[in-house]
């Protein structure tokens, strides 16, 4: 696909297993309008792909796009893993999609303007929106991190993002913390995902006296209470904040990292969970270049995904390395 012009808005789009966003930006990253839906469950395919696509001419209509054409772009951040870049997703806590066409579909509908279509993970997208906007802006050296229905990471290495071989380099979510810790949805275990992931951290909590007889309640049930003192809410979010730490630790003695960026929902818990997490860095992170990282909220919020998506395309030439 060739390039469209550079100085149209950008379409924007988060797709991770609670919630769908869609936005549209203007080329130096800022939201002109977005909105979000929760991700459906027990929905096939099709289904869900319609749910994005209304989304999307939600967000197009609100900006006052009238015709894709107008975009300069389509970024798109999805969980993950995916081939890449090709754009076909499998989403570990997306059921419904495996070997889903995103890249292709988007295309197809809303890259009529000739821009390109671009699709990475969202966790990546996350690592860019952070490094070009947010907590990691003038660093070399950043991981983006997410942690909500799944954990997942990203990697700015000297300025550049990392792919690695099959576009998934910087999935933290899957290092092991624990070697003898729970099964995780990869199939491994004692995964990070598996100890600090919401649904898995609601489960725990379940089963060691967290309001046991009350079917349906969430990570984000578990944080307010939590923040209330509960005492086995306030010991689940240590839990997940200490292997957070852990996993830190190893991807900065890896990389030797400026910053560490952690967005998604469960890092709202803020004290709650970042307190943890920066005990178990100071325990595990003892090299002199290892404990000069400083891990973070990331800057943008919520929205740290989509000004990432907007950066494949509007700052290609850092966060983009396929053709």
């Known amino acids: 696909m060739t390039a469209g012009p550079r100085s149209g808005p950008v379409l924007v789009i988060d797709i991770g ?20 839906v929760p991700t459906a469950r027990d929905v096939d395919a099709e289904r869900l792909w319609r749910n994005l696509e209304d989304l999307v001419l939600e967000v197009l209509s609100a900006a006052k796009v009238a015709d894709p054409a107008e975009l300069s772009g389509v970024g798109c951040g ?33 890259g009529a303007g000739g821009g390109h279509v671009r699709v990475h993970n969202d ?17 070399r050296n950043v991981m983006g991190m997410v942690v909500s229905t799944g954990v997942g990471g990203g990697l700015i290495l000297n300025n550049r993002l990392i792919d690695g071989a099959s576009g998934n380099a910087g999935h933290i979510g899957h290092v092991v913390v624990y070697p003898d ?6 199939g491994g275990r004692g995964c990070l995902e598996a100890i600090a992931r919401g649904p898995a951290l609601a489960e725990w909590a379940q089963q060691h006296g967290w309001r046991p007889d009350q079917p349906g309640v969430t990570a984000k049930d578990l944080t307010a209470d939590a923040a209330q003192g509960h005492e086995m ?8 904040g200490y292997a957070l730490g852990i996993a830190v630790a190893s991807a900065t003695s890896l990389c030797d990292l400026d910053v560490v960026a ?11 969970l ?9 325990v595990h992170a003892r090299l002199d270049f290892t404990r000069k990282v400083r891990v973070v909220p990331a800057a943008l919020g919520q ?14 030439d850092r966060y983009w390395t396929a053709g």
């Open 17 to 36: 297993g609670t919630k769908m966003a869609a936005g549209v930006a203007d080329p130096g990253g800022r939201l002109i309008t977005w909105t979000q």
């Open 78 to 110: 999805c969980g993950g893993p995916m081939e890449w870049p090709a754009g076909l997703v499998s989403p570990l806590n997306i059921p419904a999609w495996r070997r889903f066409p995103l890249r292709e579909r988007l295309a197809e509908r809303f």
């Open 123 to 139: 966790a990546i997208c996350v690592a860019a929106g952070e490094h070009w906007r947010g907590a990691g802006r003038g660093k």
């Open 181 to 186: 810790g729970p099964a995780c949805v990869c």
């Open 233 to 240: 809410a306030v010991a689940a979010l240590r839990r997940a």
């Open 262 to 272: 952690v967005g998604g929902g469960l890092s709202q818990a803020g004290s709650l």
């Open 274 to 282: 970042f307190e943890p997490l920066q005990e178990a860095l100071d």
């Open 303 to 316: 929205h740290a995904g989509m000004v990432g998506a907007a950066a494949l395309i509007s700052a290609g």
